[in-house]
């Protein structure tokens, strides 16, 4: 069991920075992937990054490359995700998720093979 818990959000504007943080309890964290998704009123949850359990490998969406940063610190329970160059598109609630990983280098964009997920956070960025 897996228990997640978003920080960070808040109002920013256009070209500020943001990191949110997932810290999560239980003592495997380090063997779970982690992936950060957000979600906007009338949209589907989509994938924005994921780093694997060994922080070897990591995924983006197009659209936050080059701007946005999944990290992990195991020792610490933790995963971030600083967001650089924020955009008025990016306003949605984040969520962070874990997935057991079968391997040290495996991440998924797939929503439906995470199985653990934190309650979310609001960023809201103005023009």
């Known amino acids: 069991q897996v228990q997640l818990a978003e920080s960070g959000g808040g109002l920013v504007q256009a070209g500020d920075s943001l990191r949110l943080s997932c810290a999560a309890s239980?003592?495997?964290?380090?063997?779970?992937?982690m992936g950060w998704f957000r979600q906007v009123p009338g949209k589907e949850r989509e994938f924005v990054a994921g780093?694997?359990?060994?922080?070897?490998?990591?995924y983006y969406e197009d659209s936050v490359k080059g701007r946005f940063t999944i990290s992990r610190d195991n020792a610490k329970n933790t995963a971030y995700l600083q967001m650089n160059s924020l955009k008025p598109e990016d306003t949605a609630v984040y969520y962070c998720?874990?997935?057991?990983?079968?391997?040290?280098?495996?991440?998924?964009?797939?929503?439906?093979?995470?199985?653990?997920w934190g309650q979310g956070t609001q960023v809201t960025v103005s023009s």
């Open positions: 239980g003592r495997t964290f380090s063997y779970y992937a």
């Open positions: 780093v694997s359990w060994g922080g070897g490998t990591t």
């Open positions: 998720a874990a997935l057991w990983g079968r391997h040290r280098d495996y991440v998924s964009r797939l929503r439906h093979e995470y199985t653990y």
